[in-house]
């Protein structure tokens, strides 16, 4: 069945960076859009970032533009999250998404404090 596997979260002081990776099964990954959201406690989960199938034509969220970068490798079944110049406020549970099907992974969390 389709699955996606986050893995990458934890702990990162402000101004450090963190790497997320979503490892995919079950679908053929280098046909389909990828995407990542994240949901800060008390908040909606809300849209990061995405990755095209074909051309590898990338869209971010406003909050996030300059400081993220959403990669994918289809020979590992594999999407990115590189997220440098972190803040507080970017601290939340990371998901990763299968647009096309509506699948989401389980999640990883990332806390960015001092």
């Known amino acids: 069945q389709v699955q996606l596997v986050e893995s990458g979260g934890g702990l990162v002081q402000p101004g450090g960076s963190l790497r997320l990776s979503c490892a995919a099964s079950?679908?053929?990954?280098?046909?389909?859009?990828m995407a990542w959201y994240r949901q800060a406690p008390g908040k909606e989960r809300e849209y990061v970032a995405a990755?095209?199938?074909?051309?590898?034509?990338?869209n971010y969220a406003n909050s996030v533009k300059g400081r993220f970068t959403i990669t994918r490798d289809n020979a590992k079944m594999t999407v990115y999250l590189q997220m440098n110049s972190l803040k507080p406020e970017d601290t939340a549970v990371y998901y990763c998404q299968l647009p096309a099907r509506a699948i989401w992974g389980q999640g990883t969390q990332v806390t960015v404090s001092s």
């Open positions: 990755i095209s199938n074909t051309d590898d034509n990338t």
């Open positions: 079950g679908f053929t990954f280098s046909m389909y859009t």
